[in-house]
């Protein structure tokens, strides 16, 4: 789940050009659903923006506004300081890459291509010219007579995006844009389709429901739940300090423990729940007594068979499940309270490197700075 | 004797009895009668019938041929002009049925999802009455004393009946009137099926609404346009009912030259060459959609 370093993450903010601006948008059906519910969002020139959440939560809808395929019921768009919120689709200087594709079935992957150029009436060789680069930069030259049916899942998806960036558009849409193929294709489409974006050097909008599409590829993501962001922020913002249990919930795997505040110093807070005191290395914006929740990752989890030192942070339990990934275990460990407490352990030696089987007795143990209060 | 046992066993059991019925159905009740006219349409008016089809006198069978009922259509302009009539009443009528059907089958494929079935029962209703009673009841509409003439000259509109009956236009009226839920419904069938995703990624791509009905609804709905007007055209050329009730004299129509060899004339030879004749010009169009459907089927198929 750990990211990896992103170009544009190190901008710095006095370099950043705005290029979308929304501005309390809300789209609600039949007077009463609130599909999107007052979100407001600026994405800056050069960025892949994602947009994460689970089906139902207004990402695709938000999507579809800025497409102009959905009107808003409120709010405003803006694209590079103009209004857009009431120009139709055609006129919009936005492209989107449709999920599944929506490659036209009776045009081959040329006419594809040349189709939105055709209708800004660009002089033939000049769309020529533009589609021939357009399939340079997808690999796809030698399909450009063939249809869409007669290509595999990939290279559909290639021309897609190859059409999608021929006007050139200010701003590029991606729905779901890995979602129609298989787990190992992902994998290395994922970094060619950043790798193209970055070359054309697009800003992009993208919308998923894989957190790590959304973390490998976007340089912030928004976590969209009920038709508003829960969190936007840095991929590994998101993952390492969420801002309430819903989101640390939502991204990556997560130990959720309930318990109250004892000690609120500034350099530290302990939290007593029902399996153990935390120990918390820094302040938090609490007082004590208060009702919160500690999020602790599986992977940040240690086992061993000895008792650790100390007061605070560690629980005991029993090994009742054992889950083996490859390239790391996760142990289902049953505290005394009834919690089922996961912890992942990284393979590094063939044989498994804990020892710990079904039914052991085992010690749970993690630092002061591993987990987060969350107090919403 | 095993062997040629079991295959004889296998010949009647599961695949091949069931790809068999059709084709037992279509020879027996397709082939040989077509067959049967062929053979009566190259007799002469005296050897004319079932019976006949083969001549034992020289002791085995054999066929006389004769080829002057085909000889006189092509002598006669009388023919040639009827059948071209025929092919242009029937082209008049598929392409204002294409006309009319499009936008229907289009805003009912486009209508809200509940009341899509309620629109194809309205489509379908005219079909619970009679179609010589419709079609009848089109006269009372169109002849000179006629509810139509009447409400306009009452109305002063005007203050002669126009002649509407027993023109080419009451009969291009039936036509299209009897024939269009056939164009409708298999237009309607394709244009429901068509993904809106398609008409949004037009969009955009910057595609007005208009550029996109002709660039992307049309050339996607060609099936539906070309089994529609298939379904039109080819009953439309041998249709005997309507030119008889609505077109009068002044309209040549090949279904009723049948009508007139056959039952007036008794002239079977030349009623059968004038079928066959007919049957050739409908399979013209017929074999061009088979190519077009079969294209699209290798385009499919071919990687």
Redesign the interface.
């Known amino acids: 789940m750990a990211t990896a370093s992103k170009p544009q993450t190190g901008m710095k903010s006095a370099e950043k050009e705005e290029l979308l601006r929304i501005e309390g948008i809300s789209k609600i059906y039949d007077g009463t659903v609130k599909a999107v519910d007052d979100v407001s969002l600026t994405v800056y020139k050069g960025e892949i923006f994602g947009l994460l959440g689970g089906s139902g939560c207004g990402k695709s809808t938000l999507l579809r506004m800025l497409?102009?395929?959905e009107a808003p019921t409120k709010g405003k768009i803006y694209l590079a300081e103009q209004d857009i919120t009431n120009l139709?689709?055609?006129?919009r200087p936005?492209?989107?890459m449709?999920q599944?594709y929506?490659?036209?079935?009776?045009l081959s992957v040329w006419e594809n291509i040349a189709?939105?150029l055709k209708?800004?009436g660009m002089p033939k060789d000049q769309i020529a010219e533009r589609v021939e680069k357009m399939l340079g930069l997808v690999q796809l030259t030698k399909f450009a007579p063939r249809?869409p049916?007669?290509l595999s899942g990939g290279q559909q998806q290639r021309v897609a995006l190859a059409?999608?960036l021929a006007?050139r558009p200010q701003l590029l849409l991606l729905d779901e844009p890995l979602g129609a193929l298989d787990k190992k294709l992902r994998e290395t489409t994922q970094l060619e389709l950043v790798n193209i974006i970055e070359q054309v050097g697009v800003t992009c909008v993208l919308v998923t429901h894989d957190q790590e599409e959304a973390m490998t590829m976007a340089s912030r993501i928004a976590v969209m739940s009920e038709g508003y962001f829960l969190q936007v922020g840095d991929p590994d913002t998101v993952y390492e300090m969420p801002n309430s249990r819903k989101v640390a919930d939502f991204i990556g795997n997560v130990n959720m423990f309930e318990g109250v505040i004892e000690e609120d110093e500034p350099d530290h807070v302990t939290v007593r729940s029902l399996e153990c005191i935390h120990y918390v290395g820094h302040g938090i914006s609490g007082h004590a007594g208060m009702q919160v929740g500690v999020a602790l990752r599986p992977e940040k989890v240690m086992l061993s068979k000895r008792k650790p030192k100390g007061d605070y942070n560690w629980a005991e339990g029993e090994v009742i499940e054992i889950v083996y990934f490859g390239a790391h275990t996760t142990y289902h460990l049953k505290l005394a309270s009834g919690m089922v407490l996961k912890a992942q352990e990284i393979n590094s030696t063939r044989d498994l490197s804990c020892g710990l089987t079904w039914g052991d007795k085992a010690y749970a143990h993690w630092s002061n700075e591993a987990m987060v209060v969350l107090t919403q | 004797m095993a062997q040629s046992k079991n295959t004889f066993l296998n010949f009647f059991s599961g695949r091949k009895l069931i790809i068999g019925v059709p084709y037992v159905w279509f020879i027996s009740l397709a082939a040989i009668p077509l067959l049967i006219v062929l053979k009566i349409s190259l007799s002469t008016m005296e050897t004319a019938s079932v019976s006949n089809m083969v001549d034992w006198s020289k002791g085995w069978p054999s066929l006389t041929l004769n080829f002057s009922s085909y000889q006189f259509i092509a002598s006669d302009a009388l023919y040639v002009k009827t059948y071209l009539s025929s092919i242009k009443y029937a082209l008049i009528t598929t392409i204002i049925c294409l006309a009319i059907g499009y936008p229907f089958a289009y805003f009912m494929a486009r209508a809200p999802k509940h009341i899509q079935p309620t629109l194809l029962m309205l489509i379908m209703l005219p079909f619970w009455t009679s179609f010589l009673l419709r079609i009848y009841a089109w006269k009372t509409l169109l002849v000179n004393n006629g509810i139509i003439n009447n409400a306009l000259i009452s109305l002063g509109v005007m203050s002669e009946p126009i002649a509407m009956m027993n023109t080419p236009f009451s009969l291009t009226i039936g036509m299209v009137y009897s024939y269009l839920p056939f164009m409708i419904l298999p237009l309607y069938a394709n244009l429901s099926k068509l993904?809106i995703?398609?008409l949004?990624?037009?969009?955009?791509?910057?595609?007005?609404?208009l550029?996109t009905f002709w660039?992307?609804t049309v050339?996607?709905s060609?099936a539906g346009i070309i089994a529609g007007s298939m379904l039109v055209f080819i009953p439309s050329i041998g249709e005997y009912v309507i030119p008889e009730l609505l077109g009068g004299s002044n309209t040549l129509m090949i279904g009723r030259v049948l009508w007139d060899e056959f039952f007036s004339n008794n002239d079977w030879p030349m009623a059968s060459a004038v079928a066959i004749v007919m049957i050739l010009l409908i399979l013209v169009p017929m074999a061009l959609l088979n190519k077009y459907q079969s294209d699209q089927a290798s385009?499919?198929a071919?990687?």
């Open positions: 497409a102009g395929f139709p689709a055609y006129q936005i492209n989107m449709f599944s929506a490659l036209f079935p009776h189709f939105g209708r800004d249809k049916h007669q059409r999608s006007k | 993904d995703r398609y949004e990624a037009a969009a955009d791509l910057g595609t007005s609404p550029k660039l992307v050339p996607l060609k385009d499919k071919g990687a």
